[in-house]
């Protein structure tokens, strides 16, 4: 049984206006997934595989489409077909941090990130403008899509300090081109913080979360998915946790229902 999204998500329901993040959530309850696969593999034999394995057990897909070695324009457009028929929001990881008419043309170029991609992630170092430019690049081809603003990051040692989250979040939550925020899911007392100041508003998804909660490969640092969502995380995105597993698919199942049942609990008690 489909349970009903207003009763699942909350106060995320009734006060994200923003369509994409609506039709999110309403995936996320079909599948009973707050899952979003980073999927970083370089082939996309290897990429394909990985959808059918595990695109029931997953509501998002998040790439970098410069990791592919063998990347083709037909190749990929294939790929994202697949995403569409497995009901996967694309997300981008692009980081785009330029000013804003250089993000917009880094949209197009050989990539053509705005005709496939969903959501984009995106620094705030720059200003305000390159969520603008963003969505000016989206209209270009007559689309629509969200951007996620790095609020906080998982690595070891970044420079998204308390001051400069506040300053992203405080700015970037007035602004309806963000769809938003990254929080850094290995730490759950700084993700209650960031959700504190989004308020209810804005989505929060957070990579930095794996089952073996520790420290990752060159800088990655790991927490308990089950904790950033009881934090305020709205989607954890999971990397290795997941391909790299002997059984991608029980991984991909053992990540959504213990996210969703996180999410059940954080807000119905
Ligand atoms: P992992 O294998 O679960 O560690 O993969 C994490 C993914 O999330 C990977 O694609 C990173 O580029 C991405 N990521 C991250 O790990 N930390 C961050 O702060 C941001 C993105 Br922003």
Request: one cysteine or more; aromatic letters at 8%; proline letters at 4%.
């Amino acid at each position: 049984m489909e349970l009903e999204p207003s009763s699942v998500w909350g106060d995320r329901w009734t006060s994200c206006d923003s369509p994409i993040a609506k039709k999110y959530m309403t995936v996320a309850c079909q599948k009973r997934s707050i899952v979003c696969l980073a999927a970083d593999r370089n082939t996309l034999l290897g990429l394909g595989e990985l959808i059918d394995q595990v695109g029931p057990y997953i509501s998002a897909l998040k790439t970098h489409v410069d990791l592919v070695d063998d990347w083709t324009p037909e190749g990929w457009a294939e790929l994202c077909d697949k995403a569409r028929q497995a009901n996967l929001l694309i997300f981008e990881d692009r980081k785009f941090a330029d000013i804003g008419g250089i993000t917009r043309n880094q949209m197009a170029g050989i990539y053509d990130i705005r005709s496939w991609s969903d959501l984009v992630t995106a620094h705030f170092i720059s200003g305000p403008d390159i969520v603008d430019s963003l969505q000016s690049a989206w209209g270009d081809v007559g689309r629509k899509g969200g951007v996620l603003l790095l609020a906080q990051m998982s690595s070891r040692g970044n420079l998204l300090n308390p001051d400069y989250t506040k300053t992203v979040v405080d700015s970037g939550k007035t602004l309806k081109g963000v769809f938003g925020f990254i929080g850094n899911g290995s730490r759950p007392r700084e993700l209650e913080k960031l959700r504190e100041i989004v308020g209810p508003t804005k989505m929060i998804w957070t990579p930095g979360v794996n089952l073996a909660v520790g420290d990752g490969n060159m800088g990655q640092r790991y927490g308990d998915p089950c904790e950033a969502v009881i934090a305020g995380s709205d989607t954890i995105i999971v990397g290795s946790g997941i391909h790299r597993s002997d059984n991608p698919e029980q991984s991909a199942k053992m990540y959504a229902a213990a996210s969703w049942n996180a999410l059940l609990e954080r807000n119905n008690g």
